[in-house]
């Protein structure tokens, strides 16, 4: 037991709960929007777009993740687009991106010459090896999203729950969705980075799906949900580190299984109810 | 003569370049009480959005002779999401105009009203509760409140009878009937039967509107509303029965 815990000494680690707690934040408040208006098909087309950005910027010799945020981002604004201007279906053109961008970051990567080392960390994480500076860009993105959702959480939901009628009260709701748009590409591209590509979108689901078996009150699904993504994911990394497993696929695992054990005891204790009454 | 809240002229709206509505025209005043019926895809609702502001204007004009009024909406129960984790109280507060933009939070007197408004909804208990807990009643009942919590000189109520009991329904009627001595009412509905008694006109509403200028149920009023209930059962009827009475 004393091997589990000297492992908190290494910085590597220190820095790899930072990022999962960060992660865990962020998610939880972005996670909560996708949730509630259920537009995780969104997130996921985001996701996989922004593999392109990816494969483009390792072609180019830049930072991989700026180019995921490029892709990112326009894919959510194009998204938004299509759906308040939608000629075409909005669920046919998200699978288009979705696969364009997984396409696209394929034949990048295939054309750059010699060998791509970190493929496969964008694919499935690689929260080990976060770096300090990391770790600044996450906690920045944590407070300015704490911020954005303290001045605006009230336009925010209303434009996302009902945004006709938000409209009649004279809300700019396209400006409050394109934002929403932005942020929530930039959560889910920062998020990759601890998760990989493949995994991320079960930190902006899992958590909060625990939550609603608590609460069906937005306001609180969010601290909820970053309180069952940090138990989480930490127990995930622990779990990795002792079981030697991949960390990101641990941490899916111990969110999964943490919503499984909370809704069975609560099948449980209903039932329990139930018979008494 | 007093002045007419809006009048539409030869408008024409729809989506995506295509017209679901053409040639209507419509004049609201303050103390109007129309029931907007029609067949089901006949464009109710989407007349009622362009009056909102919702709907492109293709052509025609809608205008607002004593400047743009302050508006109630109550939308049709299928555009609401109840699973949506809001509360009550915050969905009754969305109807409010927040005074600062650059922080859109509710200043103390108009936290005060949303208190009363709950309070007379009878919804106290349910203020802090997701809207998903609420009966179908209960929920048109707070999107009501909604609406109204803004004092709107026109309400505007997209088939609120749906989903609800008998007894809501009935109660429902009496508010508008009250709430019609303070402000306009436009009220869709499948079921002219029950609203008859209250509205003062019809407009009838299948790809243009007829206007039946009638404060009384006649025996012509239920003529007309034939029409459209025989358009869904049969098929495509002609305005045949609408037209002999539309005479402006
Ligand atoms: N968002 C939309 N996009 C495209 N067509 C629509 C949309 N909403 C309604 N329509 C079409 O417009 C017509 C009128 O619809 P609507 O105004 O909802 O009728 P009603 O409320 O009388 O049932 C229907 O043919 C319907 O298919
Ligand atoms: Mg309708």
């Given at each position: ?169 004279g809300i700019p709701v396209s400006r409050y969705r394109y934002m929403m748009s932005v942020v929530m590409a930039l959560a889910i591209v920062l998020s990759i980075r601890t998760v990989g590509i493949i995994l991320v979108l079960s930190m902006f689901t899992i958590p909060q799906i625990t939550a609603m078996l608590f609460t069906r009150n937005f306001y609180r699904i969010m601290p909820l949900a970053a309180m069952w993504g940090i138990i ?46 | ?98 005074r600062n933009t650059l922080i859109p939070y509710l200043n103390a007197g108009q936290k005060q009203r949303l208190e009363e408004m709950i309070r007379e909804a009878g919804l106290q208990r349910y203020a802090n509760k997701p809207i998903g807990e609420l009966s179908g009643g209960q929920l048109q009942k707070a999107l009501l409140c909604r609406a109204l919590i803004d004092d709107p000189q026109l309400l505007i109520l997209d088939e609120p ?88």
């Open positions: 037991m004393s091997d589990a815990f000297s492992i908190f000494q290494y910085q590597f680690f220190q820095h790899a709960l930072a990022a999962a707690i960060l992660t865990s934040v962020i998610a939880a408040m972005v996670g909560t929007y996708i949730v509630s208006r259920k537009i995780v098909f969104i997130g996921g087309g985001i996701t996989h777009a922004s593999f392109g950005g990816i494969g483009l910027a390792f072609y180019m010799g830049l930072n991989p993740f700026l180019g995921a945020a490029v892709f990112g981002v326009i894919t959510a604004l194009a998204i938004e687009w299509i759906s308040q201007n939608g000629r075409v279906r909005e669920d046919s053109a998200i699978a288009i991106l979705w696969s364009l961008g997984m396409a696209l970051g394929i034949i990048f990567v295939f054309m750059t010459p010699g060998y791509t080392p970190n493929l496969m960390s964008f694919l499935f994480g690689s929260i080990l090896t976060v770096g300090r500076a990391e770790i600044y860009v996450l906690l920045v993105f944590a407070m300015l999203l704490m911020l954005l959702f303290a001045l605006f959480y009230r336009p925010i939901l209303f434009t996302a729950f009902d945004p006709e009628f938000a409209r009649t009260k989480g994911s930490v127990a995930g990394i622990m779990g990795a580190y002792l079981l030697d497993i991949p960390t990101s696929a641990a941490i899916i695992f111990f969110l999964t299984l943490q919503f499984l054990v909370i809704k069975i005891i609560m099948i449980i204790r209903n039932a329990l109810i139930r018979n008494k009454g | 003569m007093k002045q007419p809240l809006i009048v539409i002229e030869a408008a024409a709206t729809g989506y995506n370049s295509e017209v679901v509505l053409r040639d209507v025209g419509l004049t609201v005043y303050p103390d109007d009480f129309i029931g907007i019926i029609g067949p089901n895809g006949g464009g109710k609702t989407t007349l009622v959005k362009l009056i909102l502001g919702l709907q492109p204007l293709f052509s025609g004009k809608v205008l607002f002779p004593s400047g743009k009024p302050r508006m109630g909406y109550l939308p049709q129960a299928s555009q609401v999401d109840r699973s949506f984790p809001i509360t009550v109280k915050e969905l009754i507060s969305s109807g409010m105009k927040s009878n749906t989903h609800v009991d008998k007894q809501f329904e009935q109660e429902l009627y009496r508010w508008l009937k009250r709430l019609n001595q303070q402000m306009a009412i436009l009220l869709v509905s499948h079921d002219i039967g029950t609203i008859s008694p209250l509205i003062k006109s019809i407009a009838c509403v299948n790809e243009t509107l007829h206007y039946h200028p009638s404060n009384q149920i006649s025996e012509e009023v239920l003529k007309v509303y034939h029409c459209p209930v025989d358009v869904i059962a049969h098929g495509p009827v002609p305005h045949r029965v609408l037209k002999s009475h539309d005479h402006e």
